[in-house]
Protein backbone atom coordinates (compact mmCIF):
# COMPACT_ATOMS: atom_id res chain seq x y z
CA UNK A 1 0.00 0.00 0.00
CA UNK A 2 2.98 2.49 1.08
CA UNK A 3 4.43 1.74 -2.20
CA UNK A 4 1.47 2.28 -4.61
CA UNK A 5 0.98 5.37 -2.77
CA UNK A 6 4.00 6.80 -3.83
CA UNK A 7 3.49 5.99 -7.13
CA UNK A 8 2.45 8.87 -9.51
CA UNK A 9 -1.12 8.46 -10.76
CA UNK A 10 -0.88 7.08 -14.41
CA UNK A 11 -3.78 8.33 -16.57
CA UNK A 12 -5.84 6.53 -18.97
CA UNK A 13 -6.30 9.39 -21.80
CA UNK A 14 -8.57 8.98 -24.61
CA UNK A 15 -7.60 12.53 -26.20
CA UNK A 16 -4.04 14.41 -26.45
CA UNK A 17 -3.32 16.73 -23.56
CA UNK A 18 -3.12 19.31 -26.44
CA UNK A 19 -6.93 19.09 -27.25
CA UNK A 20 -7.75 20.19 -23.69
CA UNK A 21 -10.20 23.08 -24.61
CA UNK A 22 -12.56 23.71 -21.72
CA UNK A 23 -15.43 22.68 -23.01
CA UNK A 24 -18.32 22.95 -20.11
CA UNK A 25 -21.13 21.03 -19.32
CA UNK A 26 -23.48 19.45 -16.72
CA UNK A 27 -22.85 16.41 -14.86
CA UNK A 28 -25.84 15.80 -12.67
CA UNK A 29 -25.89 18.55 -10.47
CA UNK A 30 -22.94 20.91 -10.78
CA UNK A 31 -20.78 21.67 -14.29
CA UNK A 32 -17.62 19.89 -15.78
CA UNK A 33 -15.60 19.85 -18.20
CA UNK A 34 -16.29 17.57 -20.80
CA UNK A 35 -12.42 16.79 -22.06
CA UNK A 36 -12.44 15.36 -18.14
CA UNK A 37 -14.50 13.01 -18.81
CA UNK A 38 -12.22 10.81 -20.56
CA UNK A 39 -9.86 10.46 -17.55
CA UNK A 40 -9.53 7.87 -15.02
CA UNK A 41 -6.76 6.99 -12.67
CA UNK A 42 -5.51 3.34 -12.98
CA UNK A 43 -5.14 3.20 -8.75
CA UNK A 44 -7.66 4.42 -6.47
CA UNK A 45 -8.65 4.05 -2.93
CA UNK A 46 -12.09 3.60 -2.58
CA UNK A 47 -13.62 5.57 0.54
CA UNK A 48 -16.48 7.32 2.08
CA UNK A 49 -16.95 10.83 2.91
CA UNK A 50 -18.34 11.76 6.49
CA UNK A 51 -17.90 15.40 6.59
CA UNK A 52 -16.30 18.85 5.93
CA UNK A 53 -14.39 20.47 8.47
CA UNK A 54 -13.88 23.55 8.99
CA UNK A 55 -10.40 23.82 8.18
CA UNK A 56 -11.28 22.94 4.64
CA UNK A 57 -10.23 19.34 5.22
CA UNK A 58 -12.12 16.68 4.85
CA UNK A 59 -12.95 13.24 7.41
CA UNK A 60 -13.34 10.69 5.13
CA UNK A 61 -13.09 6.95 6.53
CA UNK A 62 -12.70 3.35 4.89
CA UNK A 63 -11.47 1.10 7.74
CA UNK A 64 -10.21 4.06 9.68
CA UNK A 65 -10.99 7.58 10.12
CA UNK A 66 -8.91 10.14 8.04
CA UNK A 67 -8.54 13.68 7.42
CA UNK A 68 -7.37 14.98 3.81
CA UNK A 69 -6.80 17.96 2.23
CA UNK A 70 -7.51 18.13 -1.86
CA UNK A 71 -4.41 19.32 -3.74
CA UNK A 72 -4.57 22.17 -6.66
CA UNK A 73 -7.08 24.60 -4.55
CA UNK A 74 -7.87 27.77 -2.17
CA UNK A 75 -11.13 27.92 -0.36
CA UNK A 76 -13.26 30.95 -1.29
CA UNK A 77 -15.55 30.63 1.27
CA UNK A 78 -15.75 27.33 3.80
CA UNK A 79 -19.63 27.79 4.19
CA UNK A 80 -20.18 27.60 0.32
CA UNK A 81 -17.31 24.85 0.36
CA UNK A 82 -19.07 22.28 2.90
CA UNK A 83 -22.49 23.16 1.48
CA UNK A 84 -21.00 22.18 -2.30
CA UNK A 85 -19.30 18.83 -0.95
CA UNK A 86 -21.98 17.65 1.50
CA UNK A 87 -24.65 18.04 -1.16
CA UNK A 88 -22.57 16.26 -4.07
CA UNK A 89 -20.05 13.60 -1.88
CA UNK A 90 -22.57 12.59 0.81
CA UNK A 91 -24.28 9.96 -1.11
CA UNK A 92 -21.79 9.03 -3.98
CA UNK A 93 -19.10 6.63 -4.33
CA UNK A 94 -15.83 8.30 -3.79
CA UNK A 95 -12.42 7.15 -4.37
CA UNK A 96 -8.51 8.76 -3.63
CA UNK A 97 -5.52 8.90 -5.99
CA UNK A 98 -2.13 10.21 -4.48
CA UNK A 99 0.69 12.36 -5.46
CA UNK A 100 4.05 12.23 -3.64
CA UNK A 101 3.50 11.47 -0.53
CA UNK A 102 2.81 15.09 1.59
CA UNK A 103 0.89 16.06 4.63
CA UNK A 104 0.38 19.36 6.05
CA UNK A 105 1.40 20.25 9.63
CA UNK A 106 -1.34 18.71 10.83
CA UNK A 107 -0.88 15.25 9.31
CA UNK A 108 -3.18 15.88 6.30
CA UNK A 109 -2.54 14.28 3.51
CA UNK A 110 -2.94 16.00 0.30
CA UNK A 111 -4.71 14.05 -2.18
CA UNK A 112 -6.68 13.86 -5.44
CA UNK A 113 -10.53 13.03 -4.91
CA UNK A 114 -12.96 11.32 -7.84
CA UNK A 115 -16.25 11.11 -7.40
CA UNK A 116 -18.48 8.27 -9.01
CA UNK A 117 -20.83 9.75 -11.90
CA UNK A 118 -22.43 9.23 -14.70
CA UNK A 119 -22.45 11.55 -17.86
CA UNK A 120 -24.47 10.65 -21.46
CA UNK A 121 -25.21 7.49 -19.89
CA UNK A 122 -21.59 6.56 -19.01
CA UNK A 123 -19.46 5.72 -15.68
CA UNK A 124 -17.18 8.39 -15.22
CA UNK A 125 -14.57 9.40 -12.43
CA UNK A 126 -15.29 13.11 -11.74
CA UNK A 127 -11.65 14.80 -10.71
CA UNK A 128 -13.40 16.78 -7.89
CA UNK A 129 -10.50 19.03 -7.37
CA UNK A 130 -11.14 20.44 -10.49
CA UNK A 131 -14.71 20.57 -10.24
CA UNK A 132 -14.66 22.69 -7.44
CA UNK A 133 -12.66 25.47 -9.32
CA UNK A 134 -15.06 24.85 -12.31
CA UNK A 135 -18.10 25.30 -10.13
CA UNK A 136 -16.70 29.12 -8.47
CA UNK A 137 -16.19 27.17 -5.41
CA UNK A 138 -12.48 27.78 -4.71
CA UNK A 139 -9.95 29.23 -6.77
CA UNK A 140 -6.72 27.61 -8.39
CA UNK A 141 -3.59 27.45 -5.55
CA UNK A 142 -0.71 28.60 -6.39
CA UNK A 143 1.37 26.90 -4.35
CA UNK A 144 0.13 23.16 -4.49
CA UNK A 145 -1.25 22.15 -7.82
CA UNK A 146 0.95 18.53 -7.41
CA UNK A 147 3.15 16.68 -10.22
CA UNK A 148 0.39 14.52 -11.70
CA UNK A 149 -2.35 16.71 -13.00
CA UNK A 150 -0.72 20.19 -12.88
CA UNK A 151 -1.33 20.18 -16.66
CA UNK A 152 -4.78 20.12 -15.82
CA UNK A 153 -4.50 22.87 -13.41
CA UNK A 154 -2.42 25.08 -15.66
CA UNK A 155 -4.56 24.83 -18.46
CA UNK A 156 -7.83 24.84 -16.48
CA UNK A 157 -8.47 28.70 -16.64
CA UNK A 158 -6.58 31.45 -18.16
CA UNK A 159 -3.65 32.37 -16.32
CA UNK A 160 -3.66 35.54 -14.29
CA UNK A 161 -1.23 36.95 -15.89
CA UNK A 162 -2.44 36.49 -19.57
CA UNK A 163 -4.77 38.38 -21.72
CA UNK A 164 -8.43 37.22 -19.81
CA UNK A 165 -9.04 36.88 -16.02
CA UNK A 166 -10.30 34.15 -14.69
CA UNK A 167 -13.92 34.93 -14.62
CA UNK A 168 -14.25 36.26 -18.34
CA UNK A 169 -12.74 32.96 -19.04
CA UNK A 170 -15.30 31.15 -17.44
CA UNK A 171 -18.01 33.66 -18.61
CA UNK A 172 -17.30 32.87 -22.16
CA UNK A 173 -16.77 28.78 -21.89
CA UNK A 174 -20.23 28.22 -20.08
CA UNK A 175 -22.16 30.03 -22.91
CA UNK A 176 -23.83 33.39 -23.17
CA UNK A 177 -27.14 32.36 -20.75
CA UNK A 178 -24.89 29.18 -19.35
CA UNK A 179 -22.24 31.04 -18.31
CA UNK A 180 -24.57 32.79 -15.52
CA UNK A 181 -27.40 30.22 -14.94
CA UNK A 182 -27.42 26.72 -13.11
CA UNK A 183 -28.05 25.39 -16.41
CA UNK A 184 -26.02 25.01 -19.31
CA UNK A 185 -28.04 26.52 -22.18
CA UNK A 186 -27.38 29.48 -24.54
CA UNK A 187 -29.74 32.04 -25.93
CA UNK A 188 -29.73 30.33 -29.40
CA UNK A 189 -31.23 27.20 -28.48
CA UNK A 190 -34.69 26.55 -29.89
CA UNK A 191 -37.30 24.94 -27.64
CA UNK A 192 -37.01 21.49 -28.91
CA UNK A 193 -33.13 21.65 -27.90
CA UNK A 194 -33.77 23.17 -24.53
CA UNK A 195 -36.07 20.07 -23.62
CA UNK A 196 -33.14 18.13 -25.19
CA UNK A 197 -30.47 19.19 -23.01
CA UNK A 198 -31.99 19.71 -19.94
CA UNK A 199 -32.66 16.87 -17.43
CA UNK A 200 -35.66 17.95 -15.29
CA UNK A 201 -38.87 17.35 -14.73
CA UNK A 202 -41.02 18.81 -17.40
CA UNK A 203 -44.15 20.09 -16.23
CA UNK A 204 -45.70 22.46 -19.09
CA UNK A 205 -44.84 23.22 -22.43
CA UNK A 206 -46.41 25.86 -24.48
CA UNK A 207 -45.49 27.43 -27.93
CA UNK A 208 -43.53 30.33 -26.23
CA UNK A 209 -42.19 28.34 -23.02
CA UNK A 210 -41.07 25.76 -21.19
CA UNK A 211 -41.63 24.99 -17.15
CA UNK A 212 -39.82 22.40 -15.05
CA UNK A 213 -39.45 21.81 -11.31
CA UNK A 214 -35.43 22.32 -10.45
CA UNK A 215 -33.40 22.84 -7.44
CA UNK A 216 -30.76 25.95 -6.88
CA UNK A 217 -28.27 25.77 -3.78
CA UNK A 218 -30.85 23.55 -2.20
CA UNK A 219 -34.03 25.64 -2.73
CA UNK A 220 -36.76 23.97 -4.43
CA UNK A 221 -38.13 26.35 -7.27
CA UNK A 222 -39.61 26.35 -10.74
CA UNK A 223 -37.89 26.97 -13.86
CA UNK A 224 -38.85 28.95 -16.76
CA UNK A 225 -37.69 29.23 -19.84
CA UNK A 226 -39.24 31.68 -22.54
CA UNK A 227 -39.27 31.89 -26.23
CA UNK A 228 -40.15 34.39 -28.45
CA UNK A 229 -40.38 32.60 -32.24
CA UNK A 230 -38.45 29.94 -31.23
CA UNK A 231 -35.49 31.51 -30.00
CA UNK A 232 -35.37 32.15 -26.07
CA UNK A 233 -35.71 35.19 -24.51
CA UNK A 234 -35.82 34.84 -20.98
CA UNK A 235 -35.03 32.30 -17.99
CA UNK A 236 -36.62 32.29 -14.45
CA UNK A 237 -35.96 30.77 -11.34
CA UNK A 238 -39.26 31.19 -9.23
CA UNK A 239 -39.08 30.46 -5.38
CA UNK A 240 -41.86 30.35 -2.81
CA UNK A 241 -41.31 30.64 0.70
CA UNK A 242 -43.47 30.66 4.10
CA UNK A 243 -41.99 32.74 6.36
CA UNK A 244 -39.42 35.66 6.58
CA UNK A 245 -36.18 34.48 7.53
CA UNK A 246 -36.69 31.76 4.80
CA UNK A 247 -36.52 33.71 2.14
CA UNK A 248 -33.77 35.95 3.72
CA UNK A 249 -31.38 33.36 4.05
CA UNK A 250 -32.14 31.67 0.36
CA UNK A 251 -31.90 35.33 -0.95
CA UNK A 252 -28.42 35.71 1.33
CA UNK A 253 -26.93 32.18 -0.21
CA UNK A 254 -27.84 32.80 -3.66
CA UNK A 255 -26.64 36.23 -3.92
CA UNK A 256 -23.47 35.53 -2.31
CA UNK A 257 -22.37 32.50 -5.43
CA UNK A 258 -23.26 35.40 -7.34
CA UNK A 259 -21.27 37.57 -6.28
CA UNK A 260 -18.65 35.13 -5.52
CA UNK A 261 -18.67 34.43 -9.47
CA UNK A 262 -19.18 37.68 -10.89
CA UNK A 263 -18.48 40.66 -8.61
CA UNK A 264 -20.58 42.73 -7.08
CA UNK A 265 -24.11 44.33 -8.70
CA UNK A 266 -24.57 47.40 -10.70
CA UNK A 267 -27.64 48.45 -9.06
CA UNK A 268 -28.70 47.09 -5.17
CA UNK A 269 -31.94 47.85 -3.36
CA UNK A 270 -33.07 46.87 -0.14
CA UNK A 271 -35.71 47.71 2.11
CA UNK A 272 -36.84 45.15 5.17
CA UNK A 273 -38.61 46.00 8.05
CA UNK A 274 -41.02 43.63 10.27
CA UNK A 275 -43.88 43.72 7.92
CA UNK A 276 -42.05 43.67 4.66
CA UNK A 277 -38.63 42.30 2.55
CA UNK A 278 -37.61 43.33 -0.68
CA UNK A 279 -34.53 42.91 -2.33
CA UNK A 280 -33.23 43.68 -6.19
CA UNK A 281 -30.11 42.93 -7.40
CA UNK A 282 -29.17 43.68 -10.63
CA UNK A 283 -25.83 42.81 -13.06
CA UNK A 284 -25.53 44.18 -16.49
CA UNK A 285 -23.40 42.18 -19.22
CA UNK A 286 -22.93 42.55 -22.91
CA UNK A 287 -25.84 40.35 -23.80
CA UNK A 288 -27.97 39.51 -19.98
CA UNK A 289 -29.40 41.80 -17.75
CA UNK A 290 -29.22 39.30 -14.37
CA UNK A 291 -31.61 40.68 -11.85
CA UNK A 292 -32.40 39.02 -8.13
CA UNK A 293 -35.65 39.83 -6.42
CA UNK A 294 -37.03 38.97 -3.05
CA UNK A 295 -40.59 40.74 -2.08
CA UNK A 296 -43.16 39.89 0.67
CA UNK A 297 -46.19 39.21 -1.16
CA UNK A 298 -48.64 38.52 1.69
CA UNK A 299 -48.95 36.99 5.38
CA UNK A 300 -46.51 34.07 5.13
CA UNK A 301 -45.75 34.26 1.45
CA UNK A 302 -42.63 35.45 -0.07
CA UNK A 303 -41.32 35.19 -3.78
CA UNK A 304 -38.14 34.98 -4.80
CA UNK A 305 -36.97 35.60 -8.46
CA UNK A 306 -33.47 35.12 -10.52
CA UNK A 307 -34.19 36.12 -14.02
CA UNK A 308 -31.73 36.23 -17.09
CA UNK A 309 -33.26 38.30 -20.13
CA UNK A 310 -31.65 38.24 -22.91
CA UNK A 311 -30.87 42.39 -24.51
CA UNK A 312 -32.33 43.23 -27.43
Known amino acids: MFLKKLL ?9 ITLFSNSIVKVENFLYNSD ?9 EEVYFKKVNDDGSLTVYNQNLEEIKLIGIDMIDINEFKTFCEENLSSSSIFLSYDIENADIDGKKYVYLWRKSVYEGKEIYVFWNAALIINGVCSKSAENTGTAFSFIFDNLLINETGDKDEQ ?16 NVT ?37 YFLFDEEIMKEVRYVFGFSNKENIISGYQKIRKRMVNSYGEPQITKNEENIEKVS ?16 ETLGEYVYAMILRYKKKL
Open 8 to 16: LVILILSIG
Open 36 to 44: LTAFEPLYM
Open 168 to 183: TYIYEQLGEIGKFSFH
Open 279 to 294: YSDTWEFIDTTLELKA
Open 187 to 223: WEMSLLETIYKLNEQLLEQKEDRLKYISNVLGYDCLL
